[in-house]
């Protein structure tokens, strides 16, 4: 059984950029969304697919369970998803001995940027880059599940006080 242990933040400032890869587009949608589970379909760049079945209701830790799919049958399962498909720009960022992935919302949620690290074990401390903002970790008004089937209460909530580009 996979485990998933993250960290969530909020970004504050648009210095990631100097140090983040060339970023991959996704298209995301939830096919199935309870309280304590989902399973969700991914678009990579239009090239590559993954399905992904998340359980679990912790705040960092979640099991997860994720598989390549083609992508014509991902497509077909976006067609099908309930609430709507995020769109969303992924870059990961190396910062001392941790990667970040630094999410730049567009679409329905263009304005939000949030960045995630993955962990070993929930006691791990990542040496935190200075342009985080507030940690989100378990805020469920942040995860993307959320996200797809709950409209923001104002899209001005999440805009940022600088270009993410």
């Not at 939830?30 to 992904?52: G, N, W």
């Not at 990667?99 to 006691?123: I, M, R, T």
């Amino acid at each position: 059984m996979a485990k998933e242990i993250e960290r969530k933040f909020l970004v504050a400032s648009g210095d990631w950029r100097n140090s983040a890869d060339d970023g991959t587009c996704f298209l995301q949608a939830y096919i199935v969304t309870m309280d304590d589970r989902s399973v969700r379909v991914r678009l990579m760049d239009d090239k590559r697919a993954k399905l992904t079945i998340k359980i679990g209701t912790g705040s960092m830790t979640h099991d997860e369970f994720e598989y390549e799919i083609p992508v014509a049958e991902a497509k077909d399962m976006m067609s099908k998803a309930v609430g709507l498909i995020i769109e969303k720009t992924r870059y990961e960022v190396h910062h001392r001995d941790f990667v970040w992935e630094v999410d730049v919302y567009s679409g329905a949620h263009e304005g939000l940027v949030v960045a995630e690290v993955e962990l070993d074990a929930e006691g791990d401390t990542p040496d935190l880059p200075a342009w985080l903002g507030a940690e989100v970790t378990g805020d469920p008004h942040y995860s993307n599940q959320y996200l797809s089937t709950s409209p923001l209460v104002s899209k001005a909530d999440h805009e940022l006080s600088y270009s993410p580009f």
